[in-house]
């Protein structure tokens, strides 16, 4: 039987210290079923979290970690005709994505079309459609709303300023460092500031004519807080991530006069729940984007396996830039 590696934990904690490259047999494909080369695998925030045990899915242990990636099929087995070798697939996260290979049923993997930019592509799954699915569903937005975001140097932050130029609404950023400043004003964001700005002053000064009924957070605490008095009366604030761990707090005076909605997004359940045909008209508007350059994400630095240690303390830097990837194949 042919090996394969891959980065597992067989016990939840800090990234570093409980993952382990190991050597894992790898079947030929039975009736069915394909061989997966994964191509590219990003280090997302939330991969980390479950790594660590405090993210809403915890997988069955012993676990390859990595809950997105792109794959390219192999080899098939008998009686699979949706698929041959070279076509591109999403990694199944369930399978785990920083992995070299891996055998699946061919009925559990999502085509993707392989004249996409290899790293984009690789990031297409989790990220964009999370921005989609914010600006499309909480606010009924028009063209020249304002939306307000903490974060925006995130991919999830990059994808929002693209997609809500492409809509016609305007995008609020707020940063932590004069760099992340820099690079949200060149990827088009229409106004930025550092975190600790008097956001409510800021928006009153550069968006006095349209106050933003939409704000994005993935920070928590005071920055959440700053979103919340900067939104319009009856404004929205979506919080899908916590970067600072800290609690998301409201002021009181807030959500009684001014009528704020809190709201909570997990992509995870819009992807499980939506009915098939919505969901494939999403990717693929997403995929056209990305084959277009319309959409996408920079990239910090890719990684082989072998040097998952540089590769994680690389994906908790501060400022980092752009995703971290595992190319485990290259
Ligand atoms: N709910 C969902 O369905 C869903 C889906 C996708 C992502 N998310 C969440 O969305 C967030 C962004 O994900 P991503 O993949 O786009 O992230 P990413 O590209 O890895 O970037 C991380 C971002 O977090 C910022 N950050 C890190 N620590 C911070 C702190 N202590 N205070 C303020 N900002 C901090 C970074 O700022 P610097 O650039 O300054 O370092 C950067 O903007 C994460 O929380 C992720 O878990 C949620």
Same mark, same amino acid.
């Given at each position: 039987?042919?090996?394969?590696?891959?980065?597992?934990?067989?016990?939840?904690?800090?990234?570093?210290?409980?993952?382990?490259?190991?050597?894992?047999?790898?079947?030929?494909?039975?009736?069915?079923? $394909?061989?997966?080369?994964?191509? !590219?695998?990003?280090?997302?925030?939330?991969?980390?979290?479950?790594?660590?045990?405090?993210?809403?899915?915890?997988?069955?242990?012993?676990?390859? /970690?990595?809950?997105?990636?792109?794959?390219? =099929?192999?080899?098939?087995?008998?009686?699979?005709?949706?698929?041959?070798?070279?076509?591109?697939?999403?990694?199944?996260?369930?399978?785990?994505?920083?992995?070299?290979?891996?055998?699946?049923?061919?009925?559990?993997?999502?085509? $993707?079309?392989?004249?996409?930019?290899?790293?984009? #592509?690789?990031? #297409?799954?989790?990220?964009?459609?999370? !921005?989609?699915?914010?600006?499309?569903?909480?606010?009924?937005?028009?063209?020249?709303?304002?939306?307000?975001?903490? /974060?925006?140097?995130?991919?999830?932050?990059?994808?929002?300023?693209?997609?809500?130029?492409?809509?016609?609404?305007?995008?609020? %950023?707020?940063?932590?460092?004069?760099?992340?400043?820099?690079?949200?004003?060149?990827?088009?964001?229409?106004?930025?500031?550092?975190?600790?700005?008097?956001?409510?002053?800021? =928006?009153?000064?550069?968006?006095?004519?349209?106050?933003?009924?939409?704000?994005?957070?993935?920070?928590?605490?005071?920055?959440?807080?700053?979103?919340?008095? /900067?939104?319009?009366?009856?404004?929205?604030?979506?919080?899908?991530?916590?970067?600072?761990?800290?609690? =998301?707090?409201?002021?009181?005076?807030?959500?009684?006069? %001014?009528?704020?909605?809190?709201?909570?997004?997990?992509?995870?359940?819009?992807?499980?729940? #939506?009915?098939?045909?919505?969901?494939?008209?999403?990717?693929?508007?997403?995929?056209?984007?990305?084959?277009?350059?319309?959409?996408?994400?920079? $990239?910090?630095? #890719?990684?082989?396996?072998?040097?998952?240690?540089? /590769?994680?303390?690389?994906? %908790?830097?501060?400022?980092?830039?752009?995703?971290?990837?595992?190319?485990?194949?290259?």
């Amino acid at each position: 039987m042919q090996t394969t590696r891959a980065l597992r934990y067989h016990q939840e904690g800090t990234p570093g210290e409980v993952l382990t490259l190991e050597t894992m047999e790898l079947p030929a494909p039975e009736s069915g079923q $394909v061989l997966v080369k994964t191509l !590219a695998a990003p280090v997302n925030p939330s991969d980390l979290g479950q790594v660590a045990g405090v993210y809403a899915i915890l997988k069955p242990r012993p676990a390859v /970690a990595g809950n997105e990636g792109l794959g390219e =099929v192999i080899e098939t087995g008998d009686g699979v005709e949706e698929f041959q070798p070279g076509d591109w697939v999403r990694v199944p996260a369930e399978s785990g994505t920083w992995r070299e290979h891996l055998v699946a049923d061919a009925a559990d993997l999502m085509p $993707v079309p392989n004249d996409l930019p290899l790293e984009q #592509a690789a990031m #297409a799954f989790v990220n964009p459609p999370t !921005a989609w699915r914010m600006l499309r569903d909480f606010v009924d937005l028009e063209r020249g709303d304002w939306i307000l975001q903490n /974060a925006a140097t995130s991919a999830v932050g990059r994808y929002v300023i693209q997609l809500a130029r492409l809509s016609g609404w305007k995008t609020f %950023n707020v940063v932590r460092s004069e760099r992340g400043a820099a690079a949200v004003r060149d990827a088009g964001g229409d106004a930025v500031v550092m975190e600790g700005t008097d956001l409510k002053k800021a =928006v009153a000064e550069h968006a006095a004519d349209r106050r933003p009924r939409l704000a994005l957070n993935s920070v928590g605490g005071e920055s959440a807080i700053a979103l919340t008095r /900067a939104l319009a009366f009856g404004g929205t604030l979506v919080t899908f991530g916590g970067m600072t761990g800290d609690p =998301v707090r409201f002021p009181t005076r807030q959500l009684i006069f %001014n009528d704020l909605r809190l709201r909570g997004f997990w992509v995870t359940r819009w992807l499980q729940e #939506a009915p098939g045909r919505e969901l494939r008209a999403m990717h693929d508007y997403l995929f056209d984007l990305i084959r277009m350059g319309k959409l996408f994400a920079p $990239v910090a630095a #890719a990684y082989s396996l072998d040097d998952y240690k540089k /590769a994680l303390a690389h994906a %908790n830097e501060p400022g980092r830039g752009g995703k971290v990837l595992f190319m485990p194949n290259s």
